[in-house]
């Protein structure tokens, strides 16, 4: 009999004695083994993926200036009896009392649809497109592409309370969808294509290609990776291209000049973003409240938005201003144009009007009503805190540009995004600092008050788990020499399958292992071999355990990350890997277990969750 090599004679318990198999039968059906490849951070694929982003993004800026366009027919038709493709607003009709009807009606056309178009048009359109990447590798039906913006022309051309922004974000994203199912790409690919048609969309709408990056980052990558970095932000670059061409490059919400704010001024910013923040989850939970009254009719959903509309229609007859898209409001709203009669009813209509329509399931967007309910409330605590105290320099403009963009950063947790889109569409520097204060308590209060955001309770209420947090990868950062197991008890080629049996029957602690590593004469790795495998009975004691190797071994070097290694796992389909030396390919130096790539996140854990003290101030003696 050869005894086992003892040399090291052990293996750390937690690497060892875990019930994962080093891997399946090591038959003729295995391929050979190979290294992993090194990661890099893109490819020549991430070129190609960013042409047909640039192709996604041109179409995209088109489809918002067409949808725009159509807006205005049916806003003009519906309102004003006259064919004309001018962006108007509903405001100044002079229907009387039959505006109500006109918003009902073009609900009932959403919910006809809806039915026999397709249910996914319904909503605003940024919680469904996360779904279908979180749960459906991106593929939106194509129908959606020419389905949602011609759903959304008719809800808001018929004077429905929503932005175009989400609609033609919607569809950005199902057309890169689209190209992503026509061409031949992985899903991370066709996810990216998506992200990018969307960042498209926003940055033709409001000129604010930074801000339409980082959203998609936040709300539809779920990661912040040169690979899908890349092509988004060129898409975002050539759809504000053809923006400027066909509309120019002014600032969608223009403000006057603004005296720099001081640091009480500050301090009230800060607090207002905390204000809007409570006002952000009120809003959220409010707008899903009614979505639950509405889920309790009795009667089809296809009318439930006949019904949102007639409520538009009765505030929209007792406040105009509530009506439509209602860009311009923002715009007054920041400029410091309305009163506090005005502002007080924008505030308030808007958001009745907005959430009854929205949980009523018809088709529009949220980032328009939001801006309007914030800056309206910021722009009146403005009025009101520059009224009784002049002294602090608080500026209700600043306080609307403040609100508008805090009640997004609380409602949808989009921080980043809040704040660089607010920045972008007024290109007011000095409120710069307001907004990265006020957006911050906004978001700090939402994340305490409430587990989802108003774009993601929707898909969490059917089970879908949305990441709410982008680190760094733990297993990038340590490598396999580094985790691996260096004391490990390997077999001989020579050895015959009868005394290896009997050592393993012996109960010694290191015969009880679920994998070994078989070396040749020279010590060089010949193979790995399970217990499974040399248990079997169908095998004699006599036959030689370098004749049962029939696979080369997975390796790994030392050099390579715990990210690497675990990907090759998954590929190669094992649970252990044999660590060799970078320069040479057959010396084993450890053995790396899926055990050991759970101990690695160990340090990972202590670091976030033990606190201790590592400076103390001595007291002097007296």
Known sequence: MTEPNPHPPRIEALASTDALPVAPSLGDSLDAARMPRRSTLVDRRVVVVSLVAGVIAAAAALIAQLLTALIGVVTNLAFYGRWSTAFSSPAAHHLGAWVIVVPAVGGLVVGVMARWGSRAIRGHGIPEAMEQVLLNESKIPPRITFLKPLSSAVAIGTGGPFGAEGPIIAT?????????????????????????????????????????????????????????????????????????????????????????????????????????????????????????????????????????????????????????????????????????????????????????????????????????????????????VAALAPQLGVDPRIAGLVGMAAIFAGASRALLASIVFAFETTRQPVGLLPLIGGCTAAYLISALLMRNTIMTEKIARRGVRVPSEYAADFLEQVTAGEACTRDVVSLQTGDRLGDIRRWLNSGKPEAQHQGYPVLDGEGHVHGVLTRRDLLDVKLPDMHRVGDMVRREPILVREDHSLREAADHMVAQNVGRLIVVAPGAPHAMVGILTRGDLLAAHARRLREANEASRHLRMRARKA
């Open 172 to 384: 950005g994203g199902a057309l890169g969808s689209l190209f992503g199912q026509l061409l031949r790409v992985t899903a991370i690919e066709r996810k990216t294509l998506l992200a990018a048609g969307a960042a498209a969309g926003m940055a033709a709408v409001f000129g604010s290609p930074l801000s339409a990056i980082i959203l998609a980052v936040e709300l539809l990558l779920f990661e912040l990776k040169p690979r899908s970095l890349i092509p988004v932000a060129l898409a975002t670059v050539v759809a504000t291209g053809v923006r400027h061409v066909l509309v120019g490059s002014a600032p969608v919400f223009p403000m006057p000049p603004l005296p720099e704010p001081g640091g009480v001024a500050l301090a009230f910013y800060v607090a207002l973003g905390a204000l809007i923040g409570l006002v952000s989850v009120g809003t959220t939970r409010i707008v899903y409240g009614i979505e639950d009254l509405f889920e309790r009719l009795p009667i089809h959903w296809m009318w439930w938005p006949a019904i949102g509309g007639l409520a538009v229609g009765l505030i929209g007859w007792h406040a105009p201003l509530t009506l439509g898209v209602g860009y311009t409001n923002i715009e007054d709203i920041v400029a410091g144009r309305l009163g506090i009669a005005v502002l007080a009813s924008l505030c308030v209509m808007k958001f009745l009007s907005w959430s009854i329509a929205l949980g009523s399931g018809t088709s529009g967007g949220t980032l328009a009503p939001l801006f309007t309910i914030g800056g309206a409330l910021g722009a009146l605590a403005g009025i009101a």
